[in-house]
Structures are given as structure tokens and as C-alpha cells.
């Protein structure tokens, strides 16, 4: 959830730190701090966004070669100025960043307090801080040993970078079930939460393992250890990112940038993967366990959030076109209950960071009862990707805005070639529906790119709209997850209640908030039940609400009863949502610009969920 940076070397600290944590601030804006030692420990740190950051420091001694940065999601304490990370040990000798929680936090707490350890915030990190400095006076230990003693006795989980007034040339650094990676520079080290705020700098990274601590000194040198004492070596590994990547490139969000990027990002997650001339799909990562995959006696989805939405899809286009049983679990739920899971499964994480906690504890208890794991991901060498058996990249590029858009239809696309492929390797599907289909993929990029040209339309709708309390959005089949999501963007960002429902689920309930101020977005585009979508849209308008409908170009009918239409290009059925789900993201967008809210970063949320 927060974000983590750290330097150490012959440059100044400072500026490396306050980019990283500005690159980083989709990981976490309740409050933002950095350490910098130069002989003094000095720690600055403030409540709200980066920027008041920035603010604060001005005119202070800012002059140092090592330091430490952390922007924060808050779990333990209210966002505020005492519990906004750097915290430090009670001698002020350590200070540390954190990334996680510590469970067992309260135990050590009144442990310290008994030995005179006093706290001053609410967080768990300080509990932490203290510890390593208990065994640090306790037995006279270097920082690299006091900190490796005390997370033998924490539970939980942790990123946490650490310095030493008394050792000013050295970093500690560790994980367990939140990431962590080392960049190695010329002569001289980054630390990052992701690869974002080191590529400016360089592209060769070393991926922290779980238990793993990393002592960085100044002069160049890089070990790693295990908790248990057991040196690693490092293995290092180049990062494929454009710096052009992290920046808005003229647009006024990042979540406008990338859903305008979807064009691109999902031409670029089929290449080399389908070929329509050629008539096949290839995914690497299902061939090399083909026989396993195709014979399975079940498949589980485990996700939260907007995978489980493109999983919920995925159940739809393996069940329709591969015959092979779905289960879409959320991941959270998945992992806290007893499952019947066998060897004869196959689970498949899907996850943008790979990193999220719930999906990750899903993936051990399933490989601990022999299923397959297969890991569907965007953050090439995340800890889902590394962890799983096999998997497939979306190849979507780094997704800043904390609502999801173009890793959504990355994912999508992944499973929809992945449904593709085992529904031909199944024989379930003809070789000529087969084609229809490849065709029609490879004719999506350009589909999208047509159907963005209506955004000032959408804009328009928008202004309709903005001022409601309430939403409804409705679908069928392949198209009710894209209600789901359609809805979960509009929370998300504009903090519109809104719903997701089956169409026909309907008259069970939400019927009954149903008048003239709820606005009822339909996604009336599937040609198998249209004559239930147009009914649902008349019972609807019966009883005064407001009809927003996606349907097909050229749809003559709905056209008549809804308030307004959006058009989207005409395509096989099952591959629909690719193109319906992008007028709802464009109509969040345009909904929460007009209600002043911000867009990249809503209030409560951030991108990458790595505690419970």
C-alpha cells in the first residue's frame, strides 16, 4: 500500500527521494516523509500529499547523501503529522520506513513499554523501530543484526527500509509479503517499493525475496542475507520501462492517459500471441503445461476488486467456448475458508501489481493442496509472477491512476485469448468460429480506437448526471461483470453510490429505488437476450428513471426508449466487453472531473493492496 524509496551514494539524497515519492504517490497520499543523514538524523514529515511535503522542507538543511522517503496508506493511526512515516527508535538513532502491517504489534508493545520504551503514535512501525532498538542496546548488535533479531519475532507483513545515525554509510533493507527492489546504479544504490522510482536512474534491479535482508553500503558492496542467517547471491535482472511511461504526456489525469492508451496496450498484449491471417493463439505459459491445463477438472479464478470483475468475464468465455467448469473466488475470501481444492485444479491469480496480499495467500494455500497455479499480472517480476508455476504478462505498462482502465481490458484480453486457446486445443468450438473469433480480436485495437471518438458525448451524458446520489447499472451474460465495473468505477472516483446487477435480478429488489433522479446505465448490446434488455429498459422507464444505454451501432430500437444511447462498434458476443466497459470508464472519468474530485488519486484507495 505505501510507498517506499531510499538512497544511498555520492548524490544528493534529497532530490532522488522527493521524484520517487512523487512516482510512488498512487501507492499511498494520506502523508509523506524522508530521513537524511549526513552526521545529523534529520526527519521531515508531513500530512496530505507530496506536495505539502515539498512545501515544509523548503529553506531546511536539506544536504545529504543517504536518506529514506515513504508516502503512506494509513492502516494503524489516523493520517497525521506524528504517525506519517520516517518513525524513529526512542535514542533517535534509527530511523525506518515501512511498507505493511506488523499483527503481533501490540504484544511487543507493552513487552517495550515494560523494558521503558516510550511511543508517541499509533502506528505499528514504531513498535517495530523500538524493537530493533531494544536489540540493538540489549546486546550491542551492528543494525544489520538488531534489525535481522527483531523481525524473527514479528508476525505480519513488511517492506522496511532502515539507517543508523552511527553507521552513516550503510542501508538495511527487508521483506516479507510486501516488495521490495534494489537498483544498482554506477556507484551508487536505489531502493523502491517497484521499479518506478529507479529506471530514471538505472534499469538493473535486484527483486527481494520473502525473509531476505539486504545490507547496502556506501562503498559499493551488496549482501543478502536470510532471516535465518544464510547468505543469497544477488540476482540481478534489467527492467524493460520507458521514463516517458511514468509522466501524463499532455493529458490533465493519468486515468485519462490510460484509457486512451487502451488501443495500444491491448494490440500490444496479443502480439506475438494471435495471429488471424495464420489462425492460432499461442500463450507460452499454457503451452508448457497444455496437457495439464486442457484436462483439468475445474479452474478457480482468485481476485479482488477489478480482476475479480475480468474473472467473472473469464467464467463466462471458458465455460461458453472451453467447456471446462469456472469458479471466480474472491481471494480474500478464498484464503479464510476451508476450499476443496485438488491437484487436479487449476488456479489462476489475476492481479495488475501481483502483489496483492489476499491473491498471493490464495495462490500459497492452493499450491500447499497441489493445484496448478497460474499468475496473470502486469508488474513483470512481481511476487505473483514469480511464485506461481506458470503464467502470462499483460503487457499493459505501468497503470498510475488508481482506478483501473487499461489493465482491466489487459486482463481481459489475456483470458479471452486464453479461453481461445484451450477451447481449440479442446476441440469444443469449430475451426471456423474459431477464426471468426481470432479475426474479431485482432480487429479490437482498432475497435476502441473508433469508439473513443465519442468522448464528447459521453462528456455531455456526463454533465447530465453528475449532480445524482445514486446508480444503477445493469447487464447480461458476458456484459453483467461490465455493470459490475462499470459501477465500481463510478465509486471509486466520483463517490457516487452506485450498484452492479444482473438485468433480470432487477425487479428482485432495486426495482424499488427506481424514479426520476437514479440514472440507469444499461449495457444493452448482446444480441442473445435483447429482447429481455429492451423489457428491462421499459420497466424501467415505467416507473420515471433515467435510461443510459451502450448498445450496438445502428440499434434502431433502444434508441426510441432510452434517454440517451452510446454507440459501440459491432463484434462477436463474447468479446463485447472489450468495447462496452470503455464508454463507462470515459463517463466515471468525465463525472468526477465535473464533481472536483481527484481523479488519479480518490480518497481512501491506493493502487496496489499488499496488507490484508
Known amino acids: 500500500m505505501c510507498g517506499i524509496v531510499a538512497y544511498i551514494g555520492k548524490k544528493q539524497a534529497y532530490p532522488i527521494l522527493i521524484k520517487g515519492l512523487r512516482r510512488l504517490e498512487y501507492r499511498g497520499y494520506d502523508s509523506a516523509g524522508v530521513a537524511l543523514l549526513n552526521g545529523e538524523l534529520n526527519v521531515f514529515k508531513?500530512?496530505?500529499?507530496?506536495?505539502?511535503?515539498?512545501?515544509?522542507?523548503?529553506?531546511?538543511?536539506?544536504?545529504?547523501?543517504?536518506?529514506i522517503g515513504h508516502t503512506r496508506w494509513a492502516t494503524h493511526g489516523k493520517p497525521d503529522d506524528i504517525n506519517a512515516h520516517p518513525h524513529s527508535s526512542g535514542n533517535g538513532r534509527i530511523s525506518l520506513i515501512h511498507n505493511g502491517i506488523i499483527e503481533n504489534y501490540a504484544v511487543l508493545k507493552t513487552l517495550l513499554e515494560k523494558?521503558?520504551?516510550?511511543?508517541?503514535?499509533?502506528?505499528?512501525t514504531e513498535v517495530l523501530v523500538h524493537l530493533i532498538e531494544e536489540y540493538q542496546n540489549r546486546e550491542n548488535l551492528p543494525i544489520e543484526e538488531a534489525v535481522r533479531m527483531a523481525l524473527k519475532k514479528v508476525v505480519g507483513a513488511y517492506a522496511i527500509v532502515?539507517?543508523?545515525?552511527?553507521?552513516?554509510?550503510?542501508?538495511?533493507?527487508?521483506?516479507?509479503?510486501?516488495p521490495l527492489v534494489i537498483g544498482i546504479g554506477e556507484d551508487d544504490f536505489f531502493i523502491g517499493s517497484d521499479a518506478t522510482p529507479i529506471i530514471e536512474y538505472t534499469n538493473k534491479v535486484v527483486y527481494l525475496n520473502d525473509e531476505e535482508i539486504a545490507v547496502i553500503t556506501k562503498d559499493g558492496d551488496l549482501q543478502i542475507k536470510t532471516i535465518g542467517n544464510v547468505e543469497h547471491t544477488p540476482f540481478v535482472e534489467h527492467v524493460e520501462m520507458e521514463i516517458e511511461m511514468l509522466e501524463k504526456g499532455g493529458y490533465d489525469y493519468f486515468m485519462l492517459k490510460e484509457i486512451y492508451q487502451q488501443p495500444a496496450t491491448i494490440a500490444d498484449c496479443m502480439r506475438g500471441r494471435l495471429n488471424a491471417e495464420e489462425g492460432w493463439v499461442f500463450l507460452g505459459g499454457v503451452e508448457e503445461h497444455s496437457n495439464r491445463i486442457i484436462n483439468a477438472d475445474r479452474i478457480i479464478i482468485a481476485a479482488c476488486g477489478t480482476s475479480w470483475h475480468a474473472g467473472l468475464i473469464a467464467e463466462y468465455l471458458i465455460e461458453d467456448l472451453a467447456r471446462i467448469p469456472v469458479e471466480v473466488e474472491y481471494a480474500s475470501e478464498l484464503r479464510y475458508r476451508n476450499p476443496i481444492i485438488t491437484e487436479k485444479d487449476i488456479v489462476i491469480?489475476?492481479?495488475?501489481?501481483?502483489?496483492?496480499?489476499?491473491?498471493?495467500?490464495?495462490?500459497?494455500?492452493?499450491?500447499?493442496?497441489?493445484?496448478?497455479?497460474?499468475?496473470?499480472?502486469?508488474?513483470?517480476?512481481?511476487?505473483?509472477?514469480?511464485?506461481?508455476?506458470?503464467?502470462?504478462?499483460?503487457?499493459?505498462?505501468?497503470?498510475?491512476?488508481?482506478?483501473?482502465?487499461?489493465?482491466?481490458?489487459?486482463?481481459?484480453?489475456?483470458?479471452?485469448m486464453l479461453a481461445l486457446s484451450l477451447a481449440h486445443k479442446r476441440g469444443t468450438i469449430s475451426k471456423s468460429y474459431?477464426?471468426?473469433?481470432?479475426?474479431?480480436?485482432?480487429?479490437i485495437p482498432a475497435k476502441v480506437e473508433k469508439l473513443l471518438k465519442v468522448n464528447p458525448q459521453i462528456e455531455f451524458i456526463a454533465g447530465e448526471i453528475k449532480d445524482a446520489t445514486n446508480a444503477l447499472y445493469l447487464g447480461r451474460g458476458y456484459n453483467f461483470p461490465i455493470a459490475l465495473e462499470g459501477a465500481l468505477k463510478l465509486k471509486e472516483i466520483s463517490y457516487i453510490h452506485a450498484e452492479g446487477y444482473p438485468a433480470a435480478e432487477m425487479k428482485h429488489g432495486p426495482i424499488a429505488l427506481i424514479d426520476e433522479n437514479m440514472p440507469v446505465i444499461v449495457i444493452a448490446t448482446n444480441k442473445s437476450a435483447y429482447e429481455k434488455?429492451?423489457?428491462?429498459?421499459?420497466?424501467?422507464?415505467?416507473?420515471?428513471?433515467?435510461?443510459?444505454?451502450?448498445?450496438?451501432?445502428?440499434?434502431?430500437?433502444?434508441?426510441?426508449i432510452a434517454d440517451y444511447t452510446i454507440e459501440i462498434p459491432d463484434t462477436d458476443e463474447p468479446l463485447t466487453p472489450l468495447l462496452s466497459v470503455i464508454p463507462l470508464q470515459l463517463l466515471s472519468y468525465h463525472i468526477a472531473v465535473m464533481r472536483e474530485c481527484n481523479v488519479d488519486q480518490p480518497r481512501n484507495l491506493a493502487k496496489s493492496v499488499t496488507v490484508e
Do not use: C, W
Not at 532502515?162 to 510486501?178: E, G, I, N
Not at 493442496?369 to 504478462?393: C, E, H, M, P, Q
Not at 474459431?434 to 480487429?443: A, I, W
Open 46 to 67: 508531513r500530512k496530505g500529499k507530496v506536495k505539502e511535503l515539498e512545501n515544509f522542507v523548503e529553506g531546511k538543511n536539506l544536504d545529504a547523501t543517504v536518506g
Open 115 to 124: 523494558e521503558g520504551h516510550t511511543f508517541v503514535s499509533e502506528t505499528d
Open 162 to 178: 532502515v539507517m543508523d545515525k552511527q553507521d552513516p554509510d550503510k542501508l538495511v533493507a527487508a521483506r516479507k509479503a510486501s
Open 349 to 416: 491469480a489475476l492481479s495488475q501489481s501481483g502483489e496483492t496480499a489476499d491473491t498471493m495467500a490464495a495462490l500459497e494455500l492452493s499450491k500447499e493442496k497441489g493445484a496448478l497455479t497460474y499468475g496473470i499480472v502486469n508488474v513483470v517480476g512481481s511476487s505473483i509472477a514469480r511464485f506461481t508455476d506458470a503464467g502470462s504478462y499483460i503487457h499493459a505498462g505501468p497503470e498510475i491512476g488508481v482506478a483501473s482502465t487499461k489493465a482491466f481490458t489487459g486482463q481481459v484480453t489475456l483470458l479471452t
Open 434 to 443: 474459431f477464426q471468426q473469433l481470432v479475426n474479431e480480436m485482432e480487429n
Open 533 to 560: 434488455i429492451v423489457s428491462n429498459i421499459q420497466e424501467v422507464k415505467a416507473r420515471k428513471g433515467m435510461v443510459i444505454a451502450i448498445v450496438t451501432e445502428g440499434d434502431k430500437v433502444i434508441g426510441k
